[in-house]
C-alpha cells in the first residue's frame, strides 16, 4: 500500500512519543528494526524517497500506529486492566516474577500493551510469534534494542549485560502456553542470570495453567524450577464459578461499552450482543458506529 504523507506523520509523532522509553537514538532504531540512519531522516521531518513503503509499514506495526480509517478505541478501566497494571507495576518495581493464567478474550494483552507503551525498559513479546529459544531471546533482545543479529551466544550475552545495567527492566510473555519445551527452558537460564535486576510477568489462557501442572507433575526437568522462579502460583481475575464468571465478564463488557458507545447507545444491548466477550463489544459498537 502507498503510504500518504498524513499517515507517516501520525507514524512520525508515534516514534518521537516512544523514544522516551529508550535510553538513546541506536536503541530505539534497533528496536524498531530500522537503521539509525533511516530513524535520523524520520526525527528530522525528512520523509520523502528516504524510507520505503515496507520501512513505514513495519515502523507503524511495531508502534501500533493504524494505517487505514479505524474506530477509535478508549481504555477502560475494568477489574481486569486494574489488576493487571498493578500487577505489572509490582513485578517492574521489585524485580520479581508472575504468571497470569484466565480465561481468554478479558483485555489480558490490551492491558499489557498499554502498561508497555506507557513504561521504560518494559517490554511485550508476543510468544506465538517466537516459539523456539532463539527467535524468543532475538526478539527479547529486539525489544530493548540490543542487536539481535549474530551468533545466537553473543546475542544472549549481549542481552543479560545490557537488562543488568538498566534500571528496573521489565519482560511480559503473552500467549506463553505457545513456546516450545527449549524456551521454557532458556526462560528458566535468562531468569537465573537477571535474578533480582529485572521483572517478568508470563500471560496465558487456561491451557498455560494446564501444560505447566502436567509437566511439573510429569516431572519434566526445567518446569518445576521455573515454577518456583515465577512465585508458586497463579494469578486469576475472573471468579472459578461458572456463574459468576458470567456476571464478572458481562460487567466487563458494560464498562467498556460506556466508555466507547457513541451517545444515546444503549449499553445493555451491546452487553447482551456480547456475551462478555471484549473483541464482540468492539464489533458491537462498530456495527452501531458504522450505521449511524
Known amino acids: ?69 479505524e474506530m477509535e478505541w478508549k481504555a477502560a478501566e475494568t477489574p481486569t486492566f486494574r489488576f493487571i497494571m498493578a500487577q505489572l507495576g509490582l513485578c517492574q518495581e521489585s524485580g520479581v ?28 513479546i508476543d510468544c506465538s510469534q517466537v516459539k523456539t529459544k532463539r527467535k524468543l531471546v532475538r526478539k527479547i533482545a529486539k525489544e530493548f534494542g540490543v542487536t539481535s543479529i549474530g551468533s545466537y551466544y553473543d546475542v544472549y550475552e549481549d542481552l543479560v549485560a545490557y537488562m543488568k545495567t538498566l534500571d528496573t527492566p521489565l519482560v511480559v510473555l503473552d500467549e506463553a502456553g505457545d513456546l516450545q519445551y527449549e524456551a521454557f527452558l532458556e526462560l528458566k537460564a535468562l531468569w537465573n542470570a537477571t535474578e533480582r535486576c529485572c521483572g517478568w510477568y508470563m500471560m496465558g489462557a487456561d491451557g498455560l495453567r494446564a501444560k505447566i501442572a502436567r509437566n511439573v507433575e510429569g516431572m519434566k526437568v526445567g518446569y518445576a524450577e521455573m515454577l518456583s522462579r515465577f512465585g508458586d502460583t497463579y494469578s486469576r481475575v475472573t471468579p472459578e464459578d461458572e456463574k459468576e464468571r458470567g456476571k464478572f465478564l458481562k460487567a466487563q463488557a458494560a464498562i467498556v461499552a460506556k466508555v466507547n458507545a457513541p451517545a444515546g447507545a444503549d449499553v445493555m444491548q451491546i452487553v447482551h450482543g456480547s456475551g462478555g466477550g471484549l473483541r464482540r463489544v468492539y464489533t458491537e459498537i462498530e456495527k452501531l458506529k458504522k450505521g449511524a
Open 97 to 124: 516474577s508472575a504468571i497470569l493464567c484466565d480465561v481468554p478474550n478479558i483485555g489480558k494483552t490490551f492491558t499489557a500493551r498499554a502498561y508497555v507503551k506507557a513504561h521504560k525498559n518494559a517490554v511485550y
Open 1 to 69: 500500500m502507498e503510504i500518504s504523507k498524513e499517515i507517516k506523520e501520525r507514524i512520525a509523532a508515534a516514534v518521537a512519543a516512544d523514544r522516551e522509553n529508550y535510553p538513546s537514538d541506536n536503541k530505539h532504531a534497533v528496536a524498531l528494526g530500522i537503521s539509525p540512519s533511516v530513524y535520523n531522516v524520520i526525527k528530522k521531518g525528512n520523509y520523502e524517497k528516504q524510507v520505503s513503503d515496507a520501512g513505514w509499514v513495519g515502523i507503524a506495526r511495531r508502534l501500533g500506529v493504524v494505517l487505514r480509517e
